[in-house]
């Protein structure tokens, strides 16, 4: 007799797997029906040693029952039922857990999301059901057809045990109930090859079997995500710092590698984005390890090397929030609030990054002088492209001290990112969400805090989003010293960048994607009250640099292209 693992037993096994690994060593069970493949996974469980299991008839009693159990051992306790009304029963114990700070983790089994609000039995919207009264909710995604025993083929082993550790993390943070909920699809236990397997005969959802390669945990039972206050680096690993949004400086990694995206804070020797292919060319030089500071969004061959499962990662916290770290590919092992070091850097390490850092910043002047060119001698009317435009920026405020630079989302924090991976702190961005509103309204606020002058490098789109933040009432004040400057292509420029940029779509690109308009800046300036100005790409130095003391709000406007834009943006990633 064989067992086949459905998606439902893997998904429960991995479930109950991962919580022991942060600490429940007891469990509460209800009887019901959706539930049967974590009922199988805790008798599993138990089965072999790795916890204890109580059995009730009663949701409300068995909550109650976790409740005491938490509260003399001081371990996390589960309590176990099935979907519907049962989960209501155990509010509670919910509430009581909330107001004496016990960490009770209300497991609950739910039908699939497709079966909720079609008068499918024993089914209830069970999101938000415990309102204020836990810390936490995790809902993970219904196990499909694609989770087998065989192969993990889209990383839910990770994003599980990831997304599981981190509400464990809350809920030990605040010492506080937290809600998962697990959807699970038929067959919710496993098929057996045989017929009626003999009564001696161990039935298998109890198999004290590991569970396959690609569905196990980390080694020596250890969380998938461990979380410490300290956790130490060792730098003589070929060491690589990615600093997102948020980002701060830690003078522990002053010297390492570091790529930094703009508005973000580091302490480390920073790298072009675009050198990422180079590090890892060759395996023998190529990161060891990874130490994630802050939100990292911006470029795609980052987020690859966040999803590679062979590469460590330690994810620092911010002491105000140890428990928010970013880990969208559920691959980080640790995350701690403080960071320690010991040993240095290689010097073959720092001479390998320094090497394709070199040959990046290279190619991306080389590209520049290209486009340069070509609008002098090939097409002398030609408009710039946005790439142009962010170049000129970054040499403005790397050549004046005094100036501060907003830069928005979409192209121009792109782009700036390749051209001046160092502006540092002199940078500031809204990349909480990476929206494109508001952006005028965040200068102006970063404006009334900056002695000198401040630039707003923004898209087209992302000013006229926020063009009514122009409007300063008559009796207030206006910032001393603002420029918003436009680089306007006259649509969605970052989406010639994407998948839906290629040749391929050109045909629909420009009204589903593009969506061209003929706003009028100057008009849009005059109707405001605002300064107005149009330059052209040799003319922007001049005008950013140029500025009077004080120079009041002015909106300043360089017309760019982005007819070319997918095509340029392979050529910056060596596509």
Known sequence: MTLDLSPATLHARVVVDELIRNGMQEAVLCPGSRSTPLAFALAAAEAAG???????????????LALGLTAASGTPVAVVCTSGSAVANLHPAAVEARFNHRQVVFLTANRPPEMEGVGAQQTIVQRGIFAHDIVDELVLPAAGSDVVAEADAHGWNAHWRAALCRTMARAAASAGPVHIDVPFREPLVSPIDSAVPPVNTALPPVDETPLPPCWQGRSAQRPWTEVRDTATVDLSLRTLVIAGQGSWELPALTGVPTLCEPGGRASGVLLNPLCVSALLADPAHAPQQLVVVGKPTLHRSVTRLLADPALPQIVVTAPTAPTEWADVAGQAQTACTHLTTVGESPQHWLATCAEADGAAHAHVLDVVARLRAGQREDNPGRLPSGLEVAYAVGEAVAADPALLLFVGSSNPVRDLAVTHPDLGPRCWVNRGASGIDGNISTAMGLAFHHPGPIVAFLGDLAALHDSGGLLVPTLENAPKNLTILVANDTGGGIFATLEQGAPAYEAQFERLFGVPHTADFAALA???????????????????????EPAGVRLVEVRTQRRHRYALAATLEGR
């Open 526 to 548: 005059a109707g405001w009250g605002v300064a107005y100005q149009q330059c052209t790409l040799a003319e922007l130095p001049g005008v950013l640099t140029g500025y009077a």
């Open 50 to 64: 790795r916890l204890t299991l109580h059995v009730r008839v009663d949701e409300r009693s068995a909550g109650f």
